[in-house]
């Protein structure tokens, strides 16, 4: 039904996803699987018509599509079921499907519009009332309203990026039972995941896609979580970087209990323990959104724990402001670089005086010192290479790599005892990254706690002391990396592997 | 401090630039973050307006150059006229700065108004109703007035931050409330008896703003203004206040992760631009009026918005646009009493260099320093 011809497409340096093949046939069920960044979505947005490939043909029913928009592939029979539904909460589930109705059709009468709905909905198992305002329904029943919209739009192809990442494990069986009747009565789907469990239940194929390229297709009756989960990370810890063996010093932060919900009571952090030294890096893994944020917020301060303890050399700092943190020698750099960590639009010695401007020796009884701020801008310029214009040049006038080495720069330069860095490499080159990196591990020689947060396994396996992995707000056990199983890390990433949580550390 | 500057790298010039830098001082620093390209714009957004409106004043029937002669000698053309337009200028300028500092800060605050009025009814209250000490009267009035506006400012702030309103509304929505307030008591136990229209009665002759020029109506309020002006130029660009006052403006984010807590800024910023705009409605009453008068502050507080923007929410850039706005509304006066030019065409003229001023800095937005 779909046949989709090396799909090739570069970004700038970044190949997306390269001369990639996938094949759907009639009453299939694909799943697509790979980590973050491995080139799904970008590979269902070139078939979907969001994107244009640089190479490749999309033939779908005979058919081939070149060229298309949107508009055109759901004409042609694709349906996209997003992450984000499409859909206004304000309007009912019959006015959501009438919305934005193929302009050349005849539009149908809300009556006969209500009884397609209720028709499909009886067909495939659905459950949707028409009549219902969409605002009022839950997420689950939201995401079979867009099945719906989709089904009745003559849909012969689905796409569901990520469907189960917010529906409860009752709503994920009645998803899968929904996928099931769409197959038996002659549909295809295809079905993006990262979780192995759900992909080997409901497909029927499976491809994998690993830095833009097939590395594997297996019928899913063959194949097992553990081999899935090689395939999807598919390396084995890479050698260290020249990184010297010391003893491993004090205890200097301990984490006991810590959770957290948002504001509509999802649990965002569940019990998370740790304890981190002086001189080691632990590493977290994760897939992104799964409560690292929220982590690294309630350690720097950004945000309060519902429960639980931060202490740092023991003394607790659960309730104590950014500043008393500061001070006390948290460093944090945040991943977000444009809102968060710099402010594009200020100086460069603005930007590293940020965190330190309300104290001497940058600023006196409120008042600014420009000579101590335009100094210690100067030698953080050139300690840290970072090539800029002069002090006073606009942050936004910066490469990636060098406005990172601004917040390197200011966080390193401080003398902290714990370094927070939650994704530093994110957006950089491969040689800023290494700079990063290098940054990290000199840091953690000389005696400095680290903790390193990021979706790259493969930093985190080159960085980590110990290593940990975090997966719907539950830390695992922080595991030596001489001890370190690549199969178990990326089964406990997808959230199928039990996770052991981490024991309550002793009080230092 | 000099053992951290001793430590810059040996040989390099760092020791000397900095100093070289400093002695630029904050108006060199105001002025490359204002940008010499901003004012040529803010110059080529009023040359176009005038032209528009030129236009305008033709297709009523009049002839547009002898208006704008009319203008001209009106804001210029005596030292009485000049001294009208600096009086007039005096409110916009001090209420600018205040406008100006939130406007950095992204606390969007139109209470101005408000605070201009309620400032007012409190330095009359003081001038009225306080034993009359010489040198004494005329600073306690003002600062009556840098307190009443401050309060009524300090009201918005409650509501906004406490209970998450938006600062628009609940500044705009408070000005109806402190005009009212005015209103009422000036009916009511403030009122002149015998006047037969709403306003107090006339101050003691020694809460009357000093003359600046003798034999003209210029009084010392311009000075107040101008020292407003050096006053939040310097606090918005060498305090850690300021500094905190821009982080905040362009990132809750950075604020937050800077350890700066965007409420006290919020209060903060709101209590000095309500003080200033309290202080510019004493200084109405006590300088121009010697009396409250319902409907005193004439829209100030709404204009001096216009004036905020126009000086790119730079303090110093405040002074140019206040005393524009100032002039022009003296000129407009007589070019309606001398030609018949209606005078709310200023507010065409205001209107229009607003919208080309900040079309203009909309589209250079994306290079622009803060």
């Known amino acids: 039904m779909l046949e989709m011809r090396g799909i090739t497409k570069t970004y700038g340096a970044l190949r997306a996803v390269h001369g990639v093949d996938v094949n759907v046939a009639r009453g299939r069920v694909l799943g697509l699987l790979g980590e973050n960044g491995a080139g799904k979505s970008t590979l269902m947005k070139i078939l979907f018509g969001i994107v244009r490939p640089d190479a490749g043909r999309i033939t779908f029913k005979g058919q081939e599509l070149t060229g298309h928009t949107p508009k055109d592939a759901i004409a042609a029979g694709i349906g996209m079921i997003h992450q984000h539904f499409m859909l ?29 709905i209720t028709d499909a909905s009886k067909n495939y198992g659905l459950e949707v009332d028409p009549n219902a305002e969409v605002g009022q329904l839950s ?68 491809t994998v896609l690993r830095d833009g390229e097939v590395i594997g297709e297996c019928a899913a009756k063959s194949a097992t979580r553990a081999s899935l989960a090689q395939m999807m990370v598919g390396r084995e810890v890479p050698p260290a970087i020249k990184r010297s063996e010391h003893a491993l010093g004090q205890e200097v932060l301990v984490v006991k209990g810590l959770s957290r919900h948002d504001a509509e009571g999802f649990a965002r952090l569940s019990e998370i323990n740790l304890s981190l030294h ?34 740092l050399n023991g003394r607790d700092i659960t309730r104590a402001s950014v500043r008393s943190r500061l001070s006390c020698g948290i460093s944090y750099i945040p991943v977000d670089r444009v809102r968060t960590s710099l402010v594009p639009r200020m100086s460069v010695e603005e930007n590293l005086a940020l965190r330190d401007f309300f104290a001497p020796p940058l600023s006196r009884r409120g008042l600014l010192d420009f000579s101590a701020i335009h100094a210690s801008a100067r030698r953080c310029i050139e300690k840290f290479g970072i090539s800029v214009a002069g002090p006073d040049a606009p942050v936004q006038t910066l490469s990636g790599g060098n406005q990172q080495k601004i917040v390197l720069a200011r966080e390193i330069g401080r003398g902290p ?26 840091l953690r020689d000389a005696g400095v706690a680290i903790l390193y947060i990021s979706t790259e396994l493969e930093e985190v396996l080159t960085l980590g002391d110990r290593i940990s992995v975090i997966c719907t707000g539950r830390l695992s056990e922080a595991v030596p990396r001489e001890h370190v199983d690549v199969t178990e890390i990326g089964l406990a990433m997808a959230g199928t592997a039990e996770i052991r949580p981490a024991p309550v550390a002793a009080f230092v | 401090m000099t053992t951290t500057h001793q430590e810059g790298p040996p040989g390099s010039t760092g020791d000397t630039v900095p100093v070289v830098k ?21 110059v080529a957004a009023v040359l176009l307006a005038f032209a528009v409106t030129a236009v305008l004043i033709a297709i009523s029937g009049k002839n547009p150059s002898s208006a704008y002669w009319a203008l001209i000698k009106g804001a210029f053309g005596s030292t009485d006229r000049i001294a009208f337009a600096l009086n007039r200028s005096t409110p916009y300028i001090l209420t600018g700065v205040g406008i100006a500092l939130c406007f950095r800060a992204k606390v969007i605050n139109i209470g101005a108004e408000g605070q201009i009025a309620i400032g007012g009814l409190a330095a009359t209250a003081v001038a009225l109703y306080l034993p009359q000490l010489p040198l004494v009267l005329i600073p306690a009035a003002i600062v009556a007035g840098a307190i009443g506006g401050a309060a009524w400012a300090w009201v918005a702030a409650v509501i906004s931050v406490k209970r998450g309103v938006h600062v628009v509304l609940t500044t705009l929505l408070l000005n109806f409330v402190g005009l009212l307030i005015v209103g009422h008591l000036l009916h009511g136990i403030l009122g002149d008896p015998g006047a037969g229209f709403p306003q107090s009665p006339i101050l003691p002759e020694m809460a009357w703003f000093p003359k600046l020029l003798p034999g003209t109506d210029l009084h010392i309020g311009i000075l107040v203004a101008v020292v407003a002006v050096v006053a939040g130029n310097f606090v918005l660009w060498r305090t850690t206040f300021g500094f905190r006052l821009r982080l905040m403006g362009e990132s809750h984010a950075a604020a937050d992760y800077a350890g700066v807590s965007t409420s006290q800024c919020t209060f903060a910023v709101m209590l000095i631009a309500g003080a200033m705009a309290g202080v510019a409605g004493g200084i109405e009453v006590l300088g ?15 204009s001096a918005v216009a004036v905020a923007l126009l000086g790119a929410t730079n303090p110093v850039a405040v002074l140019p646009a206040g005393l524009f706005l100032g002039f022009l509304e003296a000129g407009a006066l007589s070019m309606q009493r001398e030609v018949g030019v209606p005078s709310s065409l200023v507010f065409v003229i205001v209107g229009m260099t607003m919208v080309f001023v900040l079309s203009s800095i909309g589209m250079s937005t994306r290079l622009r320093r803060v």
């Open chain 1, 88 to 116: 206004v909460d304000a309007m009912t589930v019959t006015e959501n499907v009438m919305l934005g109705w193929n302009k050349t059709a005849r539009k149908p009468r809300v009556s006969e519009c209500a009884k397609l």
């Open chain 1, 139 to 206: 997420y689950g029943r939201r995401q079979r309203v867009e099945i719906v919209k989709a089904i009745i739009r003559g849909a012969d192809l689905l796409v569901l990026d990520e469907p189960t990442s917010n529906l409860s494990p009752a709503e994920v069986n009645q998803l899968l039972d929904v996928l099931r009747q769409l197959r038996n009565q002659g549909k295809s789907v295809i079905y993006i995941s990262h979780k192995l469990g759900e992909i080997i239940e409901i497909c029927d194929d499976i």
């Open chain 1, 278 to 311: 002086a001189g080691e890096i632990v590493a977290i893994a994760g897939i992104d959104g799964n409560g690292q944020a929220d982590f690294v917020n309630v350690l720097a301060g950004l945000s309060s724990p519902d429960q639980g303890c931060i202490i």
């Open chain 1, 417 to 442: 005892k714990v370094l927070i860095a939650h994704q530093p490499t994110w957006g950089l080159d491969p040689g800023a990254t290494r700079f990063v990196i290098d940054q990290v591990l000199a």
């Open chain 2, 22 to 42: 400093r002695e630029g001082g904050m108006l060199a620093k105001s002025i490359r973050a204002n940008g010499l390209r901003t004012m040529l714009l803010v």
């Open chain 2, 288 to 302: 121009v009026h010697y009396r409250l008068i319902e409907g005193f502050s004439l829209g100030f507080g709404f």
